[in-house]
């Protein structure tokens, strides 16, 4: 259906271009002495009217690519966005549907960290290049601000608007500080309803707020009101961006890699705590001493009980009995995975079996590290200590936040037709980036000719409408994962948000910043580069040191998105800021 919709499209684009018309109106009086018009006037700049006419056919404009149609009034030009735009929309949706086909069959590694993120700031990045390139060095200049405003707007958008919607499709009731994976029985409540994401979300959050280093530097001349180092300064910019850039994908291809790791290690504490906790049951709470050290004594007697055939040491199957007896019913591990790293902290002889003395050593090291932990402080009315309960409690709440292991799969099994699907993926992006790499200079042109008639700046078009192009199959795709109301989809769904304004913040202005450089542009953004560092820092500090989200928190997102265009507004034509 969509390319017989890119057809019609076409058609009416082409009759509408090219259907004659006129106008004739009515302006102000030539002098204040007349006392009645007929409607036409001689005065050349009429007082009262600045924009240009609906329809005219008198002024010429230049088509792109020298057959695209093209018009200077308002309503043509207008009819041109809404087309280009939907062109722009159409290859995203393209590039994202191709990403995700080709992540079911490669996964996450280079394809979800590397290709995936370039691809989704792909149509941002070319509008970006086509309007620093257009004609001389002064039509560029002027252009140039289309690009910023799509910058700009695409970052603000994806953390007001597009945040502050998924927190509200995707709330569920909030119990212990942790929305309940799709419970939702407390309607729009403010304070205990809301998301919950896992810790890596919060590194994603962090990134996107150091993502915004380049933008400081390339200020500090313009803050210092110096001429002379505008040029340098958007050298290091551009030379710190992209190694930025290039960071951020390695970090997106091994973490994956890092994500295994560290939930493998979560896993092990929780071994660690579990067993710890076994342990002082079967000692009936003197596990410890009265000064809180570990009681050799007693644990020389657990060491009897374990060892049931009496040998004086350990194997592997009676310390996976051991294991399989405590009953870990919170996470699921391999078993024998667990006995293997359990006899790698205690088999200091390497003889593939725990002596008395190893396990004594082994049990006392373990209790020091979760009096680290969890604070060596009795019970009330017990007079045992607390911590190895403590310990067992964060090595939990620590696993839960590291979320699913579904989410580091290297690799998808069990796809059918590989081979169909990747052709699908190859071909649906190919088709995106050439439909992106083609209307990216007609809409880029057509908004400019759009500010041109109407005296509307060009940089809030591109603020407000490009976005809706070119993040609208992303934000859509957000929302639509976010009903899901599961913490891992959550997860997912605001990294990707995130990553989606990193990308932005990295790649797109890295591209900027060389066009500028390239071809010696002036750099006059600072109302613009205020509100990115504004929204960026306000939002990735919020969301870098916290993983619930109320619902009342989404009106700080929404709030943000009016705030930040009064704000340009304001610094740039009202006070004169660039």
């Not at 205990?192 to 994401?197: A, F, M, N, R």
């Not at 500090?220 to 710190?240: E, F, K, M, Y």
């Not at 790499?437 to 041109?452: E, I, R, Y």
């Not at 929302?479 to 599961?486: E, G, L, N, Q, S």
Request: with cysteine.
């Amino acid at each position: 259906m969509a390319p017989q919709r890119l057809l019609l499209l076409f058609i009416f684009l082409f009759y509408f271009s090219s259907f004659p018309s006129t106008a004739r109106f009515i302006t102000g009086p030539s002098s204040p002495t007349d006392l009645v018009s007929d409607g036409i006037s001689t005065v050349k700049n009429p007082p009262f009217l600045s924009l240009k006419p609906l329809f005219s056919a008198e002024e010429s404009c230049e088509q792109t690519y020298g057959f695209l149609p093209c018009t200077t009034t308002v309503l043509g030009n207008l009819f041109l966005i809404i087309v280009y735009g939907y062109l722009m929309f159409l290859a995203a949706t393209y590039l994202s549907n191709g990403s995700e086909l080709l992540l079911e069959i490669l996964g996450p590694g280079i394809v979800g960290g590397l290709f995936l993120p370039i691809l989704g700031a792909l149509p941002d990045a070319m509008l970006i290049l086509v309007s620093g390139l257009s004609g001389t060095a002064e039509t560029a200049q002027d252009q140039v601000s289309v690009g910023m405003g799509l910058l700009a707007g695409s970052t603000v958008m994806l953390l007001t608007v597009i945040w502050g919607s998924c927190v509200v499709v995707g709330r569920c009731d909030i119990r212990d500080s942790v929305a309940v994976d799709g419970t939702i029985t407390k309607g729009f409540h403010l304070t205990e309803t809301g998301v919950s994401t896992d810790i890596w979300t919060c590194y994603a959050a962090s990134i996107m707020a150091i993502s915004v280093i380049p933008f400081v530097i390339v200020q500090v001349p313009q803050v210092l009101n110096s001429t002379s180092g505008r040029h340098l300064a958007v050298l290091i910019a551009l030379i710190i961006s992209v190694s930025m850039l290039v960071s951020y994908c390695v970090y997106q291809v091994f973490q994956p890699w890092i994500q295994r790791r560290r939930l493998a290690f979560a896993k092990h504490k929780h071994v660690i705590s579990g067993i710890l906790r076994h342990l002082k049951k079967q000692a009936f709470g003197k596990l410890l001493t009265e000064d809180g050290e570990p009681n050799t004594e007693i644990i020389r007697k657990l060491f009897e009980t374990i060892d049931e055939n009496r040998d004086g040491h350990l194997s592997p199957s009676e310390l996976k009995a051991l294991i399989i007896g405590i009953r870990f019913e919170e996470i699921d591990f391999d078993k024998d995975d667990a006995v293997m790293k359990v006899m790698a902290d205690f088999d200091t002889s390497l003889d593939s079996y725990i002596q008395e003395e190893e396990f004594v050593k082994g049990i006392t090291k373990w209790i020091n590290e979760a009096k680290q932990t969890g604070g060596a402080y009795l019970e009330p009315n017990a007079g045992t200590f607390k911590f190895i309960d403590q310990f067992h409690q964060q090595t939990k709440r620590e696993h839960a936040l590291l979320g699913s292991e579904e989410q580091s799969d290297e690799v998808v099994e069990h796809v059918e037709n590989p081979r169909w699907i990747s052709f699908k993926a190859v071909l649906m992006l190919l088709v995106g980036t050439l439909i992106a790499a083609a209307f990216a200079d007609p809409l880029v042109d057509a908004v400019d000719n759009f500010s041109t008639a109407t005296s509307i700046p060009s940089f809030f078009i591109s603020f407000i409408a490009l976005p809706l192009a070119t993040n609208s199959s992303e934000a859509v795709s957000a929302i639509i994962f976010a009903t899901r109301k599961k913490q891992r989809t959550a997860s997912l769904t605001f990294s990707e948000l995130y990553g989606a304004v990193t990308m932005n913040n990295v790649l797109c202005l890295s591209v900027f910043l060389a066009l500028v450089y390239v071809r010696g542009l002036t750099w006059d953004f600072s109302s613009e580069v205020l509100v990115i560092l504004i929204v960026c820092i306000v939002m990735g500090a919020f969301a870098s040191f916290r993983t619930t989200f109320p619902l009342w928190t989404c009106s700080i997102a929404y709030i943000l998105y009016p705030f930040s265009l009064a704000l340009v507004y304001v610094l740039d034509y009202v006070f004169g800021w660039s």
